[in-house]
């Protein structure tokens, strides 16, 4: 199979009734591209499966918004959603990517103020009590949003649909909410002479 499937007969009219709000006829176009968009766009770019499951989700999401707005052209709307895909891709490896660059400032953290490498087991526990604590201290001092997503999401490590659930938002959303978050408590780390390394 190549990665483009075939339009689906009579495609134009499909989405003309979908673009009306028509549900049966959007989700004929879901049946149709899904699995495609899946296997073929979000696994090669993105190598998690839940991670697609939610770029997949939150693309037909966009579609369905969208549509009265787009304008049925040869060879059919695959290309459209193609894209639609790609960025919502995108947008999940660049929030994924701050995650990570937060983690990394939190490790970096052991170091600039734990006092050094520790010698001792007891040391190093003794360290990651004052790194959570001093963490703990910028939090406090955030919006109490962005402290429940950071903690939730980095220090508790709960998973996105956990902490989308619990924030009662979209995962979306959950994702635009981390990086405010992170950007947030990176400006709250200078203000009290916290510097941390890279960009958030």
Request: hydrophobic fraction near 40%.
């Amino acid at each position: 199979m190549s990665g483009r499937p075939q339009p689906l007969p009579d495609e134009e009219r499909i989405v003309a009734r979908a673009r009306g709000g028509d549900r049966r006829a959007f989700e004929q176009i879901y049946r149709a591209y899904a699995r495609t968009l899946f296997g073929y766009v979000l696994i090669p770019m993105l190598g998690d499966a839940d991670d697609a499951e939610d770029c997949l989700r939150e693309t037909f999401l966009a579609a369905n918004r969208a549509l009265p707005n787009y304008t049925w052209k040869p060879p059919g709307i695959y290309g459209w959603l193609k894209v639609l895909a790609k960025n919502k891709a995108r947008d999940l490896l660049r929030a994924s990517g701050r995650r990570q660059r937060l983690r990394g400032a939190f490790a970096e953290h052991v170091d600039a103020f734990g006092g050094g490498t520790a010698s001792a087991v007891g040391d190093e526990e003794l360290e990651r009590e004052q790194l959570r604590g001093r963490i703990e201290q910028v939090l406090d001092t955030l919006n109490p949003r962005y402290a429940q997503v950071l903690r939730l999401r980095l220090l508790e490590d709960r998973g996105r649909d956990e902490c989308a659930a619990l924030l009662d938002v979209k995962i979306g959303t959950l994702d635009v909410l981390l990086f405010r978050a992170c950007r947030s408590f990176k400006q709250a780390c200078e203000k009290h002479g916290m510097a941390l390394g890279g960009e958030l």
